[in-house]
């Protein structure tokens, strides 16, 4: 049996712009060109997947998340399926993942969680492929699957990423900000919102499309994190993404000392950018005031999806 381990940060899409049709406004058909402008950032937290391979004769895919059987993991799924048919890999191929965040949040964990099993099944399997090869695989299968529009590109590279140009890797571009070195992102989530269906229920219209590249243009002429987040935060509220309670919980972390705080994209969570030594304070005001809330702080991942370890064989 051949193993191999990898590690994919989780990606917060703090403000987003649909991006599916053409200059002529015609849909575009081409998935891998389908996607959005946007921000955000890489977590240090994310998804580490175990890939075991052994000789078989039907290219069976087993997945599991958490140590829990998942046939829901269709982006997974369809992606693994996709590479093993474009290396003409005929395995058994059982992938665990361990997810460190939380799922249907915002999160990136699709992306994530996919684009570390594809790593982890090339180096098991000594495929002949390259990371911007995998991310397109991960990044169409994302957005046939419409749990996603775009992560894999952020996720390949990490830290405070701005994507300035929709695509796969080798079709979008995606450009990174200055983070502060000791400085953190907290993280408060109060439930799932799954992305396929918020996806389907709002449509792109013009008002949703000009905040967004109002955002754009004013993080472009003041590439700081202060402006960011700010800018998001307006993005979130205009586009009506924030609720009551996502509001009350960005002016608490605000209050409890955060630079700035704004809502995940697409999801019931918000995220906060604080000095790591005034993470420990704004984690307990936040849990003060939403006891049911799953409160966390994680360093930003400026290193992107990568291998664990060594492979074994047996």
Do not use: W
Request: net charge positive.
């Amino acid at each position: 049996m051949r193993t191999s381990e990898a590690f994919s940060p989780a990606g917060i899409s703090s403000f987003f712009e649909v991006c599916d049709r053409d200059a002529a406004g015609n849909l575009i058909s081409d998935p891998a060109r389908i996607g959005a402008r946007g921000g955000g950032f890489a977590l240090a937290r994310g998804a580490t997947s175990r890939v075991a391979l052994r000789k078989g004769q039907h290219s069976k895919i087993e997945i599991r998340i958490n140590s829990k059987p998942a046939p829901e993991a269709f982006t997974t799924r369809s992606a693994l399926d996709q590479l093993m048919k474009a290396k003409g890999l005929i395995d058994d191929v059982l992938v665990s993942i361990e997810i460190r965040v939380p799922i249907s949040a915002g999160f990136g964990t699709s992306a994530a969680g996919t684009l570390a099993s594809c790593l982890a099944l090339s180096d098991a399997a000594d495929l002949p492929v390259t990371l911007n090869e995998l991310g397109r695989i991960t990044y169409v299968a994302e957005v046939v699957n419409k749990t996603g529009l775009g992560t894999a590109p952020a996720l390949l590279c990490g830290g405070f990423v701005l994507v300035t140009e929709p695509g796969a890797p080798g079709i979008g571009s995606v450009d990174r900000l200055r983070f502060p070195a000791d400085h953190c992102v907290v993280c408060a989530y109060l439930g799932a919102i799954e992305t396929r269906e918020a996806l389907a229920k709002r449509a792109t219209n013009g008002k949703d499309v000009a905040a967004a590249r109002r955002v754009m243009s004013a993080i472009q002429a003041s590439p700081t994190l202060t402006t960011f987040l700010t800018e998001c935060r307006k993005f979130g509220a205009q586009a009506g993404f924030e609720t009551p309670e996502i509001t009350r919980i960005i002016s608490t972390m605000e209050a409890a000392g955060a630079v700035g705080a704004a809502q995940n994209m697409i999801g019931e969570a918000v995220h906060g950018v604080a000095a790591t030594s005034e993470a420990p304070t704004i984690v307990k005001a936040v849990r003060r005031a939403f006891p049911a809330a799953i409160v966390f702080s994680s360093p930003i991942d400026n290193q992107g999806v990568r291998i664990l370890g060594a492979k074994a064989k047996h």
